[in-house]
T-cell receptor
Framework: GAVVSQHPSRVICKSGTSVKIECRSL??????MFWYRQFPKQSLMLMAT?????????EQGVEKDKFLINHASLTLSTLTVTSAHPEDSSFYIC???????????FGPGTRLTVL | QKEVEQDPGPLSVPEGAIVSLNCTYS??????FMWYRQYSRKGPELLMY????GNKEDGRFTAQVDKSSKYISLFIRDSQPSDSATYLC??????????FGTGTSLTVIP
């Protein structure tokens, strides 16, 4: 199956700092990638759709100025959590649908802890 | 009403049991159906993918789609402790919008 990687796998930061999370499609090109957030024992919450070469599409209630998304190439999307606060602590997961396929593959996730 | 409903469990079964996981949905336009397995602190892993109605088998796993009842199932035969995870159903009409269930937590007891 297609492989999606994320980096870092976990990060701990102080309140007020910014954190960048990378999502890469390793063996396919992805014009679209998705960013999800997951709280413990809860399902995936779609935050935004990242489109290569254009602006991301954010879901209702997600602050686009706080969660900056950049999809600069066909294999890389980044999510930057700006001025992170403890309530931003969560598990962030990206996914991508390989071209011509009807499903999507997930990265391993990034656990963010904001102190 | 949610687009996709899934019983969160938790579900606990003895090793070797047959497990049945289910999702119901409201949008009759859904065409693509998926099951993902998610281990604790990991990203979801695609387990089964089905287009339209019917059955699909892969080893100990069988996915069923009944579009007339808007109901999908995942069966796990001869369940193993390594099957202990959260199972998410997902579906889509077309394009890139996916709808996920809340996930069912499964524990297989040795």
């Amino acid at each position: 199956g297609a492989v999606v990687s994320q980096h870092p796998s976990r990060v701990i930061c102080k309140s007020g700092t910014s954190v960048k999370i990378e999502c890469r499609s390793l063996d396919f090109q992805a014009t679209t990638m998705f960013w999800y957030r997951q709280f413990p024992k809860q399902s995936l919450m779609l935050m935004a759709t990242s489109n290569e070469g254009s602006k991301a599409t954010y879901e209702q209630g997600v602050e686009k100025d706080k969660f900056l998304i950049n999809h600069a190439s066909l294999t890389l999307s980044t999510l930057t959590v700006t001025s992170a606060h403890p309530e931003d602590s969560s598990f962030y997961i990206c996914s991508a649908p390989p071209g011509g396929r009807d499903t999507q593959y997930f990265g391993p996730g990034t656990r963010l802890t904001v102190l | 009403q949610k687009e996709v409903e899934q019983d969160p469990g938790p579900l606990s079964v003895p090793e070797g049991a047959i497990v049945s996981l289910n999702c119901t949905y409201s949008n009759s336009a859904f065409q693509y159906f998926m099951w993902y397995r998610q281990y604790s602190r990991k990203g979801p892993e695609l387990l089964m993918y089905t287009y339209s109605s019917g059955n699909k088998e892969d080893g100990r796993f069988t996915a069923q789609v009944d579009k007339s009842s808007k109901y999908i199932s995942l069966f796990i035969r001869d369940s193993q402790p390594s099957d202990s995870a959260t199972y998410l159903c997902a579906m889509r009409v077309g394009g890139n919008q996916f709808y996920f269930g809340t996930g069912t937590s499964l524990t297989v007891i040795p």
